[in-house]
């Protein structure tokens, strides 16, 4: 395990599913442009990739203020069209080499939970083909919580689905929002991304 990924002594460790626990970064994009272009809406990579911290749908929601586009189908029409086009390219999500191994090392001695702003049905069956499927104590998403990140709430949820104080956790992330949700929460972060590629 590289030594900047080692957790300090912490109650919890709360880890991001997309760019963090696996290599979904690409598959999201595609599948997400795939899914807007369809509506008449424009995903630029660079655009993308700066905002994945936040769930599909407010994506969509903010690619169409931005845009001033009125999509032809709805916006939960488009997100379940996105994760269809996301679930094509499932078995080929693997897991982030570096940050399964802090998974492995704590699994049995530190309680984990996956804190995601992701969806709920996307991640579980995305995790059952992955080598830490039975690693966590509770999966919490965005549609656990009323607000996503930044704000501190999936954060906050995972903290309390493991009884673990907030000031005791530590989140593994990889964007801005989500280590900004993190520190809203009172949380120690460790940014996975120069470990990752990204």
């Known amino acids: 395990m590289h030594p900047d990924l080692t957790p300090p002594p912490a109650e919890a460790l709360l880890f991001d599913w997309d760019g963090t626990l696996?290599?979904?970064?690409?598959?999201?994009?595609?599948?997400m442009s795939r899914a807007v272009s369809a509506v008449g809406l424009d995903l630029g990579k660079e655009w993308f990739f700066s905002?994945?911290?936040?769930?599909?749908?407010?994506m969509i929601e903010l690619l169409v203020r931005e845009q001033g586009v009125t999509p032809a189908a709805?916006?939960?029409?488009i997100v379940a069209t996105r994760d269809?086009?996301?679930?094509?390219?499932?078995?080929?999500?693997?897991?982030?080499?570096?940050?399964?191994e802090v998974v492995e090392a704590a699994h049995g001695g530190t309680p984990m939970a996956i804190a995601s702003g992701g969806s709920r049905a996307i991640i579980l069956d995305t995790l059952?083909?992955?080598?830490?499927?039975?690693?966590?104590?509770?999966?919490?998403?965005?549609?656990d919580v009323a607000r996503g990140k930044p704000a501190p709430d999936i954060f906050r949820h995972a903290a309390a689905?493991?009884?673990?104080d907030p000031a005791g956790c530590v989140v593994y992330e990889d964007s801005d929002e989500g280590i900004a949700a993190a520190h809203a929460a009172g949380m120690r972060v460790i940014d996975v991304r120069p470990y990752t590629g990204r």
């Open 74 to 77: 709805s916006l939960d029409d």
């Open 22 to 31: 696996v290599d979904s970064v690409e598959a999201n994009y595609r599948a």
């Open 128 to 143: 059952r083909r992955l080598p830490f499927r039975d690693a966590f104590d509770a999966i919490v998403t965005r549609d």
């Open 161 to 164: 689905a493991l009884s673990a």
């Open 51 to 58: 905002r994945t911290g936040i769930s599909s749908a407010e």
């Open 84 to 100: 269809m086009f996301f679930r094509e390219e499932a078995d080929g999500i693997t897991a982030h080499a570096a940050v399964l």
